[in-house]
């Protein structure tokens, strides 16, 4: 008998053990100011720089001071245009590549106030400010940490061309970045777009406490890897922190297991594929269908949406985009507003929820309490139709929130099931929706592609120099692979001193890194009719050998309807 007790005992203590070990497993989890800024759901971005005036997308300096007024400039409507579709964000493009400043500064003669708007006196930035907490806006700053001025240009992360510069500009740049964080109140967030090499971490320490970074060494966000606005699926917040130092960590990079939380922001313009105005570029607007479809795909699978807006050269948002917004924001809310039923805070790999009746449904979303954590790792949805449970979808992350859709089904309850989790589920909400005349998106998802194609050929000494041109290859922003391949399969390469090179100026070592015989290429600056890319590397190798290089997109959309 003593045995036998001893035997429950220790069956008790044992089991107990596994569940204690299962709740206490530690996962990454997001820091308050993560969880603030990813509750937004949806961030508008204001792009306007001199190169509104030049029609083109990087500023030339070609306009002269004296004609940039915008006299109707008005802050107010860009919050009221945020409002529109949702947005709880606006990021603004305070400093662009050209190094105009929308800011009263020292720092420059190059900004708003050595132009005519409010006789030299403007502040756009203060004035924003102040409209964002009029509506009850966040703001976030986009200051860009290079500087044509300077010599620092597109993808220099502020390094100047001209070593005998640098250390001015790093004292200009600091005061420029410091002025944005401590003259206009809160800042949500600050984005360095393609990293930034000058040193600013005590900056941040004083005046970005209660900011997420985007990009650069202290980045707690990444970029989705391209400028499409629409992730691929399953998508994880988590990363190897290591990973994130890099400064330029991407969806490539995501890792269920990483000891890091960096959710993604998805950006996507509305011009396709422009940031800033122009009268031609307003025919290149994209769809309302186009834009649910980026909301499906980055909102609905988890992360946060940002998408861009373009003050014309009067100031103001345009009309014609506005109706956009507002279409955009009246369709979410006609789905997604008033679901047939919801269930709040439950606890399990089950949950079940009732319906007032037989009712038909084509979409569930589900909310995972993400502050503890990705917990699902694989789960069900499942209606119950005629006394039985059937399969509706199946998934794998849920993070914020996960939006299912299936074919029109009557049911009288449906269920969760999780399948796989680490740690017990905490579900934040599950609701259920019926959407009318629904048209689900194109299965589209973004895919390695299957075939490499040929660039180039080489046939080098050791230590030989080797440059592919990539310019009409790289068309736009996003990941991209060279591969160096003998001919003869037995002769070893080894790929060394990699520069990527953008019109002419070598940009930071950090956009490209190199595994085996592959040279991984992160191209975060938009590309242009004008823009020239090359990739110049260096091979060893023992004997002389010959072969080919070949190139492909790390990601690209595939679409079966």
């Excluded at 509750?39 to 792009?47: P, S, T, Y």
């Excluded at 309302?288 to 050269?313: A, H, M, Q, R, W």
Aim: glycine share 8%.
């Amino acid at each position: 008998m003593l045995n036998r007790y001893f035997l429950l005992l220790l069956f008790f203590l044992l089991s107990t053990q596994v569940v204690f070990s299962q709740e206490v497993k530690r996962l990454a989890t997001p820091s308050p100011v993560q969880y603030k800024w990813h509750e937004q759901e949806r961030i508008m971005f204001v792009c306007l720089d001199p190169c509104t005036w030049q029609g083109r997308e990087y500023d030339n300096h070609s306009t002269p001071l004296e004609q940039i007024n915008p006299k109707k400039l008005n802050t107010n409507q860009w919050c009221e245009t945020a409002q529109l579709w949702g947005a709880k964000e606006i990021l603004f493009v305070a400093k662009h590549t050209g190094g105009f400043c929308w800011w009263q500064t020292e720092t420059t003669d190059y900004g708003i106030k050595d132009t005519p708007y409010k006789n030299g006196k403007g502040d756009v930035l203060k004035d924003l400010a102040e409209s964002c907490r009029k509506y009850g806006l966040n703001l976030g700053v986009y200051v860009y940490p290079g500087d044509e001025t300077w010599g620092a240009g597109i993808g220099s992360g502020g390094k100047t061309n001209d070593p005998s510069k640098q250390e001015a500009y790093n004292k200009v740049f600091r005061t420029q970045l410091e002025e944005t964080l401590s003259k206009y109140g809160d800042i949500i967030e600050v984005w360095f777009d393609g990293s930034c090499v000058i040193d600013v971490s005590d900056i941040l320490e004083k005046y970005a406490k209660n900011s997420v970074i985007f990009q650069g060494p202290h980045a707690t966000l990444r970029w989705s890897g391209t400028e499409s606005g629409k992730l691929f699926y399953p998508y994880w917040n988590t990363v190897k922190s290591e990973i994130l130092k890099t400064g330029v960590a991407t969806q490539v990079n995501d890792d269920l297991n990483g000891d890091a939380w960096a959710p993604i922001e998805t950006n996507t313009t509305l011009y396709d594929h422009y940031w800033f105005w122009s009268a031609k570029k307003e025919e290149k607007r994209k769809s309302l269908d186009e834009l649910i479809e980026c909301y499906y795909k980055s909102v609905g699978y988890g992360s946060v949406f940002l998408l861009n807006s373009t003050p014309n050269t009067s100031g103001l948002i345009p009309e014609t985009d506005r109706k956009l917004y507002k279409a955009f924001g009246d369709e979410i809310d006609r789905r997604f507003k008033t679901p047939i039923a919801s269930v709040k805070q439950e606890t399990g790999k089950i949950i079940v929820l009732d319906l007032p009746g037989n009712k038909k449904i084509n979409h569930v979303i589900t909310m995972e309490d993400y502050r503890l954590g990705h917990r699902i790792r694989e789960y069900k949805i499942e209606g119950f139709i005629e006394g039985n449970w059937k399969e509706l979808c199946r998934g794998q992350s849920v993070g914020r929130k996960k939006i299912d859709y299936f074919d029109d089904v009557e049911v009288s309850k449906i269920r969760l099931n999780v399948t796989k989790s680490v740690n017990e589920p905490v579900i934040r909400k599950l609701s259920v929706f019926y959407v009318e005349d629904f048209v689900a998106p194109p299965k589209q998802g973004i895919k390695p592609w299957s075939k490499w194609q040929d660039v180039g050929v080489f046939n080098t000494k050791e230590n030989s120099t080797i440059e592919v041109d990539l310019t009409g290859k790289i068309k736009m922003p996003g990941q991209f692979l060279v591969k160096v391949e003998p001919y003869n399969s037995k002769v070893k390469v080894k790929i060394f001193d990699v520069e990527l090179i953008y019109d002419g100026r070598v940009v930071l070592k950090n956009f490209t890194s190199v595994k085996g015989n592959e040279i991984s290429i992160n191209r975060t600056a938009q590309v242009t009719d004008e823009s020239r890319i090359v990739l110049r590397f260096k091979l060893k190798n023992k004997t002389e050998c010959s072969g080919r290089i070949q190139f492909k997109p790390a990601m690209i959309y595939t679409q079966s309807i």
